[in-house]
């Protein structure tokens, strides 16, 4: 994670060209994630489905649905390439960290239409879900129409954090997690 005056920060992109709309799981909790076909991929949403989320893939480095044409995939880049994606999300579930902000920049602003979802999970107790639609955070003083930023709130996200983030077809997203 790069150093600012803000603290540490985790930046990456997310570009789908699938064809069809996806939730993310951003972060995956608690939940086994282990691609049974192909046992070193760790973006499988089976578990989290079976738990009564929608997901459609964990997110994970490089391309995660490879479409069947070319060109057609959900790609997820981190911006140092010395920093990997599931190092992050693994980092997050070994340790935690408390959320200072998060923001999101998009190529279309149709992606704030959506919602994010933060789930506190447990086995042991119901789950407590915020649902956060993107379009409340917009800044309507400020002339940058492209992105949202969402305060932490002292959100901590650990081990027991599940994070859905819808990504339209053609749309690319820039995730900035600050702490």
Not at 13 to 37: H, R, S, Y
Not at 88 to 99: D, M, N, P
Not at 128 to 143: F, Q, Y
Not at 161 to 178: A, D, K, Q, R
Request: contains cysteine; charged residues 15%.
């Amino acid at each position: 994670m790069a150093q600012n005056v803000r603290g540490n920060k985790f930046l990456f992109t997310l570009k789908n060209t699938t064809g069809g709309d996806l939730i993310v799981a951003l972060l995956a909790a608690f939940f086994d994630t282990k691609d049974n076909v192909t046992p070193f991929m760790q973006n499988s949403p089976t578990n989290i489905v079976s738990a009564g989320y929608a997901c459609d893939i964990v997110a994970d480095d490089g391309i995660i649905i490879d479409g069947q044409t070319p060109g057609a995939d959900l790609v997820l880049t981190s911006i140092n390439a010395k920093k990997k994606y599931r190092a992050f999300r693994e980092y997050i579930k070994q340790y935690g960290a408390t959320l200072q902000s998060m923001s999101i920049q998009t190529n279309n602003l149709a992606a704030f239409n959506q919602t994010l979802n933060i789930i506190d999970c447990s086995p042991l107790e119901a789950d407590k879900p915020i649902d956060i639609p993107l379009v409340a955070l917009r800044d309507g003083a400020s002339n940058l129409n492209d992105i949202v930023a969402l305060d932490g709130d002292g959100i901590v996200l650990g081990a027991d954090t599940l994070m859905l983030l819808p990504v339209l077809n053609g749309h690319e997203l820039t995730v900035t997690f600050w702490f």
